[in-house]
């Protein structure tokens, strides 16, 4: 969390095999176009790609515009039954670009004084960055985005597998 807020040319999230992990501003683009793409989540979520529980917690950050973990559970009614598809959910949204990390906060008493440990803060990916990362990602397209991707990759380790490396691109 310390990055998030110390500086501002990089994204830390849910993004490669599930697990956290960085992704430098230049390469967001790129992530972006071929996760994601021009796609919306509400047809993603008409199409069965998204779940129910995603959609609430995409709908909340469309409304709040940035909230902490525990506000997102409180607002969306999620329970302790609902923690593993909560957490899914959440993960599942990071992975597709739909939501970023984007701070911490603690949670306030009545009195307004805060208490506890710091719970990680959401904001729409599209927002995480400034506009020119979203609108450069909406130019690039998927083949471009995922060969590029791809390229670096084998530079960086040319015996990579090669399934392994189509997960990381894909999600």
């Known amino acids: ?13 849910k993004f490669f095999f599930k697990k956290s992990g960085y ?4 390469w967001y683009p790129y992530f972006y176009a071929v996760r994601r793409g021009n796609r919306e989540l509400t047809e993603e979520y008409e199409e069965g790609k998204i779940g129910q529980h995603a959609r609430i917690i995409y709908e909340l950050l469309c409304e709040y515009k940035e909230l902490p973990l525990h506000l997102i559970k409180k607002y969306g009614g999620f329970s302790k039954e609902d923690k593993t598809k ?14 970023a990390m984007c701070g911490r906060a603690r949670k306030k ?5 805060e208490y506890g440990w710091s719970s990680t803060v959401f904001c729409l990916a599209d927002d ?18 995922y060969g590029k991707i791809e390229e670096r990759v084998y530079e960086l380790n040319p015996q990579a597998d090669s399934r392994k490396v189509r997960k990381f691109i894909l999600g």
């Open 128 to 145: 995480f960055f400034d506009e020119d990362i979203i609108r450069s990602a909406d130019k690039i397209s998927f083949d471009e985005a």
């Open 109 to 113: 008493s009545k009195s307004g004084e």
């Open 1 to 13: 969390m310390r990055v998030l807020n110390e500086k501002n040319d990089i994204a830390y999230g």
């Open 86 to 99: 909560f957490d899914n959910a959440i993960t599942e949204l990071q992975m597709k670009f739909y939501i």
């Open 23 to 26: 992704i430098a501003k230049e």
